[in-house]
């Protein structure tokens, strides 16, 4: 039998087979896999890994299953941040396994989640925003929200437009970021405009429209260290409605 040791805990097995730490991998891939050249570019030694042999390059993290890189030449291949996922092969610009649809050379960074490339607007680097204004296009409270934005047409959340929500009027609420602590405060929020309020669970994903007929008094409140957000008549707890006792006011 022999073996070949290809470092970070995986060796080929009679270029028939791979094992990491003695568990065998990548079975679904052996009929194209070249087991004479396959070699580790990159790895951190457990969750993400970058391959190449002679005709492919190959990922694995945790961001994606193991897979070969859409047109990557292995020849030109090169790793241009490893810790980011970012990557490069001749004109092909990939973050982890998804090739980019613009060069990472043109890309500005607006927030965490948001960048520009000319007079588009992209989520997460590869989903475009629908009918995103550039010159319009702000990130709200980017350096702690990072995935609410609006133009002067729409407010986004993510990558998809808030149908219900007003631009013009749209603001997320100043308590919720000069309040005191309370929980969830690093992902969970409340915002209005002229007609409606809204909750915000980043995490969750969740965008919630509430329905007040005292917006005009909407404000947020933290208390026994929880967010509500109280109008005239109601709090709102993770943006679930209950009555307003006359002490919560």
């Known amino acids: 039998m022999s073996k070949k040791q290809l470092g970070h805990g995986f060796c080929i097995i009679d270029n028939s087979f791979i094992l990491h730490f003695d568990s065998e991998v990548y079975k679904k891939f052996y ?23 002679k005709k492919h390059v190959y990922l694995e993290s945790y961001m ?9 030449n292995p020849a030109d291949f090169k790793i241009t941040d490893f810790a980011t996922g970012f990557s490069n092969s001749g004109n092909h610009d ?20 948001y960048q520009s490339v000319g007079d588009k607007i992209y989520f997460n680097y590869y989903t475009e925003v629908p009918q995103a204004d550039r010159k319009s296009f702000q990130v709200l409270k980017g350096d702690t929200v990072k995935n609410v934005a609006k133009d002067n047409n729409h407010v986004y959340f993510r990558e998809k437009i808030v149908a219900d929500a ?3 009027s749209f603001e997320l609420l ?25 909750y915000i669970d980043t995490i969750a ?12 008094q909407l404000h947020f409140k933290v208390m026994n260290e929880l967010g509500y957000a109280i109008d005239g008549k109601y709090q709102y ?12 006011g």
Not at 37 to 46: D, L, M, P, V
Not at 237 to 248: A, H, M
């Open 31 to 53: 009929t194209i896999i070249d087991f004479a050249s396959f070699e580790i570019i990159k790895s951190n030694g457990s969750t993400f890994h970058y391959f190449k042999d």
């Open 64 to 72: 994606n299953a193991f897979t070969i890189l859409p047109g990557a």
């Open 94 to 113: 990939y973050i982890f396994d998804t090739l980019l649809p613009y060069s990472l050379k043109d890309y500005t960074i607006l927030s965490e989640y």
């Open 166 to 168: 007003d631009a013009a």
């Open 174 to 198: 100043e308590e919720c970021f000069t309040a005191t602590y309370y929980r969830e405060c690093d992902h969970t929020y409340y915002a209005k405009d002229k007609n409606y309020a809204f």
């Open 205 to 216: 994903k969740d965008f919630k429209k509430i329905k007040t007929k005292t917006l005009d």
């Open 237 to 248: 707890l993770f943006g679930k409605r209950k009555p307003l006792s006359v002490e919560q």
